[in-house]
């Protein structure tokens, strides 16, 4: 992350912002920054929960975690004051209010929940308080997803733009879906033709279906203060105005569905158009089951290995949210001797062994299973692979990428010199 002091000017999700708090807060653990954004597209003022940490003007504030805020681009000469918007090239579908991966923060008085504040925060995993329990009892047990009949060429191409979007979101709430999860979303998913002009979203209607982008295009309306330049902050009327068009590849309407709350935008077709439709029960438990689930698989199964138990639970759940899962087949090689790539692997399921090349051939000198990890060292220090680790039988591995670790291990500096410091006998030197 890079260094803040109050008063900088940042980047958050594509939107120019000041840095005006940076510490803990009451509504979650950890540290949080408070950013005054330029363009009305915040959730407060400041203030969470009734309690306030800086002043800006209404729907201006917002917090995020710290590897969310970016440095602010140079703008090139004769610029300044331009607010980037969707012409500039930045997409922003997941900072408008239907969109926007949130996280509720409830508090409570007297065993009552007050009032609900909205915070940003980048997850990759659907998991913290505030998602609504409705749908997500045991009968989900007794469910059976449905099946929409599909030409193989219409399953592949669903399945690239959810793979392959530069829809944030879609990486984000399918991210941690098994190969079997995400076919049983693909199978679940119809499509529809939407008119132009034909409004496909209402506000304040109940959510039905979650939606992606198959052609065409969507205006996205939503409620903003707007304050004229010599009105009052007082005198702001909330109006319904244009915030982001959504084309090809691009999702929207999970927040309703996540939260079971109304829908907190209206979105209406531009041009004929066609969608892929995911209905309500659908999405909540192929895609929020699923992901609650795998995030807790993740958790516990990191919680055991050795390679972290200097991460606090906090920190754990950071690394849940990010790793990477990866299928192997018999014999695949998961790193090759002599290699620069710079992933670290975490044995999940299944067995693999480490072979290192000499005169007379690859030698086997090391079995690894489930909890074994390898590949750290290229990662810490850069170094060319030692040795080839080869699957035996099918095996899956959680992967942490460079960019991943670094992170995780800016909140835990201790790790680096545990790890210098821990028995050679815990080491795997590939």
């Known amino acids: 992350g890079i260094e803040l002091a109050l008063g900088q000017q940042v980047q958050v999700a594509g939107y120019p912002a000041h840095v005006r708090y940076v510490g803990e807060t009451h ?3 950890g540290e949080w920054i408070g950013v005054e954004l330029e363009p009305a597209v915040g959730k407060n003022d ?4 009734e309690h306030r940490y800086f002043a800006c003007k209404a729907n201006h504030g ?21 607010e980037p918007g969707p012409s500039s090239g930045v997409q922003f579908a997941d900072c408008i209010a239907e969109d926007m991966p949130v996280e509720r923060v409830q508090s409570s008085e007297d065993d009552e929940v007050t009032e609900v504040e909205e915070v940003m925060v980048p997850t990759k995993s659907i998991r913290r308080g505030g998602i609504s329990a409705e749908a997500m009892r045991d009968q989900g047990d007794q469910w059976q997803p449905p099946v929409y009949a599909k030409s193989e060429e219409q399953t592949q191409q669903l399945r690239r733009v959810i793979e392959s979007s530069h829809d944030s979101k879609l990486r984000m709430m399918f991210g941690n879906l098994s190969q079997k999860g995400l076919e049983k979303v693909v199978e679940a998913m119809f499509q529809k033709a939407v008119c132009k002009g034909e409004t496909i979203i209402k506000y304040g ?16 309306f939503a409620y903003r203060n707007i304050q004229q330049a010599d009105d009052d902050l007082t005198d702001a009327s909330a109006r319904m105005v244009k915030v982001f ?3 090809e590849g691009f999702a929207f309407g999970e927040t309703a569905l996540l939260y079971n709350a109304p829908r907190s935008a209206t979105i209406t077709a531009s041009e004929d158009s066609e969608v892929w439709c995911l209905e309500r029960k659908a999405f909540r438990e192929l895609v929020i089951r699923a992901s609650e689930q795998k995030f807790k698989e993740y958790s516990e199964f990191l919680k055991q290995c050795d390679v972290f138990e200097e991460l606090d639970v906090e920190q754990i759940a950071t690394l849940a949210e990010v790793v990477d ?18 992933n670290m692997f975490i044995i999940l399921k299944g067995q693999a062994v480490a072979c290192i090349a000499g005169e007379k051939g690859e030698v086997q000198v090391k079995t690894y299973a489930k909890g074994d990890f390898f590949g750290e060292i290229a990662l810490l220090l850069g170094e060319p692979r030692k040795a080839s680790i080869y699957a035996k039988g099918d095996v899956t591995c959680l992967v942490i990428t460079k960019d991943v670790f670094d992170r ?22 590939v």
């Open 27 to 29: 509504f979650a653990p």
């Open 46 to 49: 400041g203030s969470v929960n």
């Open 62 to 82: 917002l917090f995020v975690r710290r590897m969310v805020v970016k440095a602010a681009p140079q703008m090139p000469e004769g610029t300044e004051g331009v």
């Open 205 to 220: 209607d109940e959510g039905d279906n979650f939606y992606i982008v198959k052609s065409g295009r969507f205006d996205i």
């Open 245 to 247: 068009e959504a084309g």
């Open 325 to 342: 899962e990866e299928d192997f087949n018999t014999d695949e090689a998961i790193i090759q001797q002599g290699g620069r790539d710079s």
């Open 408 to 429: 995780v291990r800016e909140q835990c500096e201790e790790w680096e010199m545990a790890q210098k410091e821990a028995p050679i006998r815990r080491r795997s030197q």
